[in-house]
């Protein structure tokens, strides 16, 4: 069974700072997804990463996939108080639709 | 395109009552997917349909729960009865099974069975 693990679960940052949040999961996958999640909100996505090497970038969020090392990091650079919510990966087994979720980090960036 | 649109975006019910959620997918989109999300449990995936054929319902907890897909544009998912632990924000997602299989999420659902 596909198992998809998140670290750090909270992430207290300063404005400024940056940091890199890492999920690790268990099989083959070739496909990885994260999400951003505001407080009382529902799932946006932000990165799809579909091959190994994988980098994308959208302000001040890279996310990255290495499917050898099964890991995908997604890195914060110069946090802002924007950025504050709960960020999930999500990796798709093989041969089917479905995602499994991680467990989310929740991020809070204080000035 | 409108999202994914679900309905009701509060429910209030009290226990043994049943309680019914309501999906629309994105059109075009052929997958479409019911989550769970608590702070105990995190984001739990329950059942999800291809094409509106139920694919995979390992997720759904006991025979109380049962979900249906008449249709492409149209999908339920049923609580009889409900229980106080039912209580959480339920999600309904769709995606294209094309690929990238991406998933937007509707703006879920919050039960709270009293």
């Known amino acids: 069974e596909l198992k998809v693990e998140q670290n750090p679960l909270f992430l207290s940052m300063q404005e400024g700072k940056n940091y890199t949040i890492y999920c690790n999961y268990s099989t083959t996958s070739d496909r990885l997804y994260w999400y951003r999640q505001d407080p009382g909100k529902s799932l946006e996505s932000l990165f799809v990463l579909l091959s190994n090497g994988a980098v994308k970038q959208e302000g001040r969020l890279m996310a990255s996939l290495d499917t050898k090392a099964r890991l995908s990091t997604l890195h914060i650079t110069a946090a802002v108080h924007d950025l504050s919510a709960t960020y999930f990966c999500?990796?798709?087994?093989?041969?089917?639709?479905?995602?499994?979720f991680g467990t989310g980090t929740r991020l809070q960036v204080f000035p | 395109d409108a999202g994914v649109i679900q309905s009701p975006r509060h429910e209030v019910t009290e226990m043994g009552q049943e309680v019914t959620l309501r999906c629309k997918p994105i059109?075009?989109?052929?997958?479409l997917f019911w989550y769970r999300q608590t702070m105990m449990r995190g984001l739990e995936l329950l059942i999800y349909?291809?094409?509106?054929?139920?694919?995979?319902d390992s997720g759904m907890p006991e025979d109380r729960f049962s979900a249906k897909m008449p249709n492409a544009s149209f999908s339920t998912l049923k609580i009889q009865p409900s229980e106080p632990r039912d209580s959480a924000v339920y999600f309904c997602?769709?995606?294209?099974?094309?690929?990238?299989?991406?998933?937007?999420f509707g703006p879920g659902t919050r039960l709270t069975v009293t």
């Open positions: 349909f291809n094409n509106n054929v139920p694919i995979d």
């Open positions: 999500a990796v798709g087994p093989l041969n089917t639709d479905k995602l499994i």
């Open positions: 997602a769709s995606s294209f099974s094309g690929g990238p299989y991406e998933q937007y």
């Open positions: 059109s075009g989109h052929n997958s």
